[in-house]
Structures are given as structure tokens and as C-alpha cells.
């Protein structure tokens, strides 16, 4: 399995020869990672988050050739499936999911952790 760290919020991993392109983009609220998936559909794909980890899956492999007879000149798109696995950290919670034109973008809202006082209760 191939881990490396990408930001202070952000560990990314695979177990797949084929990793689509992604950008991690800081923005005003959060962070939304694009993740290129050219072809899919939104039933091809699933996105799954518990406990700190974000998966994104393709559910299939792509069948770019219409036809079996059909010969590739040159072949710049992959049709085998991938898993993405993101470890996430605490201080971020899952917005939103879009699919675009090609670009999946999975929204994360950055949590405001406040510091408290803590009221200390005598046993009883």
C-alpha cells in the first residue's frame, strides 16, 4: 500500500495500480478535494466516510470501445477500477458531493474546536 501525507488534514493511500488526478484546494470554510473521473457516472462511483477515512471507489471498469473491433491508436484513459483512501483529521466533517462534467468534488467543512472549562463533579 502506497501512504504518503498531503497536508496538516489530509493522508492519502492506495492499493491500486491506477490512481486518478486529484487536487486537495484549501477554500474560505474548508477544503474540497477534485478528484478527475472522466467517463464515470455518480452510479459508477461511491464516496463512503466513517471514523477519519474517506473512500472514493469506481464500482466497475470503464468500456471506452463500443465495438470489440474496434482498434486504439493511442490510449491516454484507463478503464480499470480504483480505490482512493483519504485519512481525514478530526478538526474537518463532510459537506458535499458533487459530480461535474467529469470532476468529483467532496466538500469538508473545517470544525471550530473551542477550548472549555470543564466542571468538576464529587462522586457519589
Given at each position: 500500500m502506497n501512504t504518503r501525507f498531503l497536508s496538516p488534514f489530509f493522508q492519502f493511500s492506495t492499493s491500486y495500480s491506477y490512481t486518478p488526478r486529484y487536487n486537495?484546494?484549501?477554500t474560505k470554510t474548508g477544503?474540497?478535494?477534485?478528484?478527475?473521473?472522466?467517463?464515470?457516472?455518480?452510479?459508477e462511483l461511491e464516496v463512503a466516510f466513517?471514523?477519519?477515512?474517506l473512500w472514493v471507489r469506481s464500482l466497475e471498469n470503464l468500456k471506452f470501445r463500443e465495438n470489440?473491433?474496434?482498434?486504439?491508436?493511442?490510449?491516454?484513459?484507463?478503464?480499470?477500477?480504483?480505490?482512493?483512501?483519504?485519512?481525514?483529521?478530526?478538526?474537518?466533517?463532510?459537506?458535499?458531493?458533487?459530480l461535474d462534467k467529469g470532476l468529483l468534488?467532496?466538500?469538508?467543512?473545517?470544525?471550530?474546536?473551542?477550548?472549555?472549562?470543564?466542571e468538576i463533579k464529587e462522586g457519589a
Amino acid at each position: 500500500m502506497n501512504t504518503r501525507f498531503l497536508s496538516p488534514f489530509f493522508q492519502f493511500s492506495t492499493s491500486y495500480s491506477y490512481t486518478p488526478r486529484y487536487n486537495i484546494v484549501r477554500t474560505k470554510t474548508g477544503y474540497t478535494i477534485q478528484v478527475a473521473v472522466p467517463g464515470y457516472s455518480k452510479e459508477e462511483l461511491e464516496v463512503a466516510f466513517s471514523k477519519g477515512k474517506l473512500w472514493v471507489r469506481s464500482l466497475e471498469n470503464l468500456k471506452f470501445r463500443e465495438n470489440e473491433e474496434d482498434i486504439f491508436i493511442e490510449k491516454g484513459l484507463s478503464e480499470k477500477r480504483f480505490t482512493l483512501e483519504f485519512s481525514v483529521s478530526a478538526e474537518l466533517s463532510p459537506k458535499s458531493v458533487t459530480l461535474d462534467k467529469g470532476l468529483l468534488c467532496l466538500d469538508f467543512e473545517k470544525i471550530d474546536s473551542q477550548d472549555s472549562v470543564l466542571e468538576i463533579k464529587e462522586g457519589a
